[in-house]
């Protein structure tokens, strides 16, 4: 639509090509619209007698000044009454008029032109607040429902954030604050924060500065910022800063106090939710994780320390010259060397239990032999397989892996134990590596007791047992959960095979084979 | 091996674990001292230098780490470290501070005394020892920079001779990727550990009888190679 145009808006105007072509558009129509008028007129002409056609010119300069604005309505009233002159009144075809009285038309008109145009502007203005207005409750509506839904306090963030983005349209960042004093961006943490804001935010969360309705700090390069805590009354709930801009000192504050009135909404909503409350457990939580993995690290520190000492001692003393060739000590410090590798394994596969529960595995990548990885998990188990039959084949020529080797290395040492407590003495136990297609696939295959129904599928599962033999074969269920944790936290795929009962299983690792990594030209 | 006799500093908040290890370096030949802490054993370190530290690294009045980095501003003495498993970072943090080696609790005392004498071995210094590094079949002269398996003579690339040596020098201990890095391509290309892969792979194919079973060149998951001793 076109748009209105006031006598301010004039010399605006003249800047701008595209409003200079709204301009004469508008001017155009109302021409034509006064042309309409004096057509219509001159049919109606023929068939009556119009003494009073004047007053018919009203109309288009009531459109116009409705419509099109003050200067299109007074060219409509000069045009209409230039008209009426021109084709109606003595003498006809002349701007000369006769009869006097027909000049007051022309006050008349202009009156008109000026009160209709300043009617209508008022009446936009008030209907553009009117849906401003609207757009705001929408706004604040739709944010208490994000609220209402919002499950996680980084949830809760992007709400308040997305929230003002959209009433203010200003780039705003939302800082985590915590009870100790420490202050984070989140969300956005990409964003550069000039050091300025970074030390008035913190200045809020450490008590140094009395939580409020916020300052305007000058973050430099002319950008001014707007800092403050999102409630008025505590910094708990987080603290915003709001990049206002290049903007005078005074816009700041205006749009400060804008803020503030949105922001006054907003922490009446959030204290309605108790959302400190939410927070604040979600703090607890982490607390109390990080307490978890203190106290299983404490007790696994527990656990081993005595282990070492039984295996030093164990070994001392079979080693000893006096014993060195008595073969019974020897097996049975064997035995204790066996008993404390098991052990020390169930408190890694509890510790490992830990990590992938709490707060999950990250592994460190690097570029890997795969032989290298299965020749360590044989290498750590070799007594253990020395009641089996192994066959290893690992061709000479696979490509790299890029994977976290000693995350690999615990996985594959999961099916190896699995394979020999499920199998019988001096049966066979392979383990392979093949190159297929864009992966590798480790597997290890077994002559043991195999998988059967439900078994085939929930052996992944933590803490699943399979019933036929979990009274015979001690182990805790966490096994193969843990090694498919390892495998998929390297992009990689664990997969079960068997024939059936005691006809084996043969379990598959398949891990991305990343393009070769270009070689070192020497 | 040790004449005149050799001292060892045990550092360790456990006194079991103190006792096993006396027993076991006094069967060897050690004199033992021992100390329970961070500030007793940098004490007893300072007023009698050991020939051979053993040090664990939780103990109650500070990180063992803290040992290490104190130690090596005055003392070249080797130092082994008892390190638990599933933390390899921290044993490349270790080994580059200047360790020389670790071993993963709980271990046998075979182990223990294998890497003891493997960090007590002289250092291969071209022109002043014996120049001749053995390792099973392996020979690698580093005088001449040759090498040779079964009395053959390899042909090695620049690089793979470069990786040989760092381990050569250091026979039986265990080496990090990033040192290996550092000697054979240079501080810029540290983050190109498959270069050394590739490297450590053509080496296996000359050195070793079957390539994907290595018995000289072992591999230390996630801190470096090792040439067995």
Redesign the interface.
């Known amino acids: 639509m076109i748009r209105s145009l006031g006598i301010a808006n004039i010399r605006a105007a003249m800047a701008s090509p595209e409003l200079i072509r709204d301009f004469i558009i508008s001017i155009l129509i109302s021409l034509a619209l006064v042309a309409a008028v004096t057509i219509g007129l001159a049919v109606l002409d023929r068939f009556f007698t119009l003494r009073h056609v004047s007053i018919i010119y009203l109309i288009p300069v009531v459109i116009a000044a409705a419509k099109l604005g003050v200067v299109p309505a007074l060219i409509a009233a000069i045009g209409g009454l230039g008209a009426s002159a021109f084709f109606f009144y003595p003498p006809i075809y002349s701007f000369l008029v006769n009869d006097p009285e027909q000049l007051i038309d022309l006050p008349l008109f202009i009156f008109v032109a000026l009160v209709i145009n300043q009617l209508a502007t008022n009446l936009r203005r008030q209907a553009a607040i009117a849906r401003q207005h609207e757009i705001e409750v929408q706004g604040l509506y739709e944010f208490s429902r994000r609220l209402a839904a919002a499950h996680t306090a980084s949830d809760i963030q992007t709400a308040i954030r997305d929230h003002l983005v959209a009433i203010i349209g200003q780039r705003t960042i939302f800082f985590e604050t915590s009870k100790h004093g420490r202050v984070g961006p989140s969300l956005s943490a990409q964003d550069a924060v000039p050091e300025s804001v970074r030390r008035e935010t913190e200045a809020f969360v450490s008590g140094g500065k009395e939580i409020g309705g916020g300052i305007v700090v000058d973050g430099g390069q002319g950008h001014l910022w707007l800092v403050r805590p999102v409630s008025e009354k505590t910094a708990d709930f987080g603290v915003l800063a709001i990049d206002l801009g290049r903007q005078s000192k005074e816009a700041g504050e205006a749009l400060r106090q804008r803020v503030n009135a949105i922001m006054a909404d907003t922490a009446a909503t959030l204290e309605r939710l108790d959302l400190g409350q939410a927070i604040n457990a979600a703090r607890i939580r982490s607390e109390t994780e990080a307490l978890r993995d203190a106290l299983i690290g404490s007790v696994s520190?527990q656990l081993?320390?005595?282990?070492?000492?039984?295996?030093?001692?164990a070994?001392?003393i079979s080693?000893?010259?006096a014993n060195r060739d008595n073969g019974r000590l020897q097996s049975l410090a064997n035995i204790l060397?066996d008993e404390?590798?098991r052990l020390?394994s169930d408190v890694?596969d509890l510790?490992?239990a830990t990590v992938i529960s709490s707060k999950g595995v990250q592994p460190?990548y690097?570029?890997?032999?795969a032989?290298?990885?299965v020749?360590?998990a044989i290498e750590r188990r070799q007594r253990l397989l020395a009641e089996h039959k192994v066959v290893?084949d690992?061709?000479?020529d696979l490509p790299?892996i890029y994977v976290?080797?000693?995350l690999l290395?615990?996985a594959l040492g999961q099916v190896i134990d699995n394979a020999v407590k499920y199998s019988p003495h001096k049966s066979s136990i392979d383990i392979a590596a093949r190159a297929n297609g864009v992966s590798v696939v480790l597997s290890v295959k077994d002559e043991g007791i195999g998988l059967v129904g439900e078994e085939q599928t929930r052996l992944w599962e933590r803490f699943y047992r399979g019933e036929r033999h979990a009274s015979k074969v001690t182990g805790s269920g966490l096994g193969l959960w843990i090694a498919q944790a390892f495998v998929t936290a390297n992009d990689g795929e664990m997969e079960a095979a068997s024939a059936g009962a005691d006809r084996g299983t043969t379990i598959f690792i398949r891990l991305p084979a990343s393009e070769k990594?270009a070689?070192?030209d020497? | 091996m040790n004449n005149p006799v050799s001292t060892v500093l045990i550092i360790d908040d456990e006194a079991h674990i103190r006792e096993f290890l006396r027993a076991a370096f006094e069967l060897e030949g050690f004199a033992v001292q021992e100390a329970v802490n961070v500030a007793s054993g940098l004490r007893s370190a300072t007023l009698t230098p050991p020939d051979l530290v053993i040090l664990d690294l939780g103990l109650p009045d500070g990180d063992g780490i803290e040992v290490i980095s104190q130690l090596r501003r005055w003392s070249s003495v080797p130092i082994i470290v008892l390190t638990v498993r599933s933390r390899e970072r921290e044993k490349v943090t270790l080994l580059e501070l200047g360790a020389d080696d670790y071993v993963v609790k709980p271990f046998g005392i075979g182990e223990l005394i294998a890497r003891v004498r493997a960090v007590l071995r002289p250092r291969q210094i071209p022109g002043r020892m014996d120049p001749v590094v053995k390792s099973g079949s392996l020979e690698v002269n580093l005088a001449t920079r040759a090498a040779t398996v079964e009395s053959k003579r390899l042909v090695l690339g620049p690089k793979e001779y470069l990786v040989l040596q760092i381990l050569a020098q250091n026979i039986g201990k265990v080496v990090t990727r990033q040192q290996i890095m550092k000697h054979a391509w240079g501080t810029s290309q540290l983050d190109n550990t498959h270069y050394l892969r590739i490297v450590v792979r053509k080496l296996r194919k000359k050195i070793e009888v079957d390539s994907t079973r290595p018995r000289i060149l072992l591999t230390e998951l996630g801190v470096g190679y090792r040439l067995a001793s």
């Open positions: 520190h081993r320390t005595p282990l070492v000492s039984i295996l030093g001692a070994t001392v080693q000893a010259p060397g404390v590798e020390n890694q510790l490992d460190n690097e570029w890997m032999e032989a290298d990885i020749n360590a290893v690992l061709p000479d790299l976290d080797p000693i290395a615990q990594p070689e070192d020497e």
